[in-house]
């Protein structure tokens, strides 16, 4: 099973400004995914992002808010920018490997906008 | 509208009981169906992957089955521990949709 490793695991950001959330995997992907899960709630995917190509954003998700680099095959970030309280939420990055498409979750990153 | 429900929402047993948490789903075009558990304020560890061909899975006291006709899931936990308590998602994987698609979870307690 692939290994993930998600940075930073939490952190408490003013209102206004950016964070930027690392992933990184230890062998190389296609597609990596990154959710949102508010307080109480399950998660949403907000975009897909593939190795070469602009990530493809779900409804209600655009890229100033959420813009995604993914470089390489096995590197990605997410960045929230211009937080207010109401993206105070888990952030978590994804994988699936294999034709059955099981996926893989890193530890997430906790964040909290005051 | 694809949809993933959990029951119950909350589930609370004391240690060494046989307990069954169930999942149901909308969708009839599945490709698999996986179960996760999610300790608080962490992310998401596989447990479990029943592909849409498949009855059951089984990985030491977790056996997950599934029912693609009737839009169910079922999560068996034996002998339940304390370690056990967490939060248990289940997600598809919809062919229509080509992502995953969760519940909102059942949070177990384990009472020693």
């Known amino acids: 099973s692939a290994v993930i490793s998600q940075k930073p695991s939490r952190d408490i950001c003013q209102r206004g400004t950016s964070l930027t959330i690392q992933c990184q995997v230890d062998?190389?992907?296609?597609?990596m995914f990154w959710y949102r899960q508010q307080p109480g709630q399950s998660l949403t995917l907000i975009a897909t992002?593939?190795?070469?190509?602009?990530?493809?954003?779900e409804s209600g998700f655009v890229i100033d808010k959420f813009p995604i680099s993914r470089p390489n095959l096995t590197f990605s970030t997410l960045t929230v920018s211009n937080m207010s309280p109401e993206d105070s939420s888990i952030y978590l990055c994804?994988?699936?490997?294999?034709?059955?498409?099981?996926?893989?979750f890193g530890q997430g990153t906790r964040l909290t906008v005051v | 509208k694809q949809e993933v429900t959990q029951i119950p929402a909350a589930l609370s047993v004391p240690e060494g009981e046989n307990l069954v948490l169930n999942c149901s789903f909308t969708?009839?075009?599945?490709?698999?169906l996986q179960w996760f558990r999610q300790d608080p304020g962490k992310g998401l560890t596989s447990l479990l992957l029943i592909q849409s061909s498949q009855r059951e899975q089984t990985s030491g006291r977790l056996n997950a089955s599934l029912d693609k006709s009737s839009g169910r899931s079922t999560l068996y936990i034996a002998a339940s521990q304390p370690g056990d308590s967490a939060t248990y998602l289940c997600?598809?994987?919809?062919?229509?949709?080509?992502?995953?698609?969760f519940g909102t979870g059942t949070l177990l307690a384990v009472q020693p």
């Open positions: 994804s994988v699936e490997e294999g034709g059955n498409t099981e996926a893989f």
């Open positions: 992002a593939n190795q070469g190509s602009e990530a493809t954003y």
């Open positions: 062998s190389q992907v296609t597609m």
């Open positions: 969708d009839s075009a599945i490709y698999n």
């Open positions: 997600a598809y994987y919809g062919g229509a949709t080509n992502k995953l698609i």
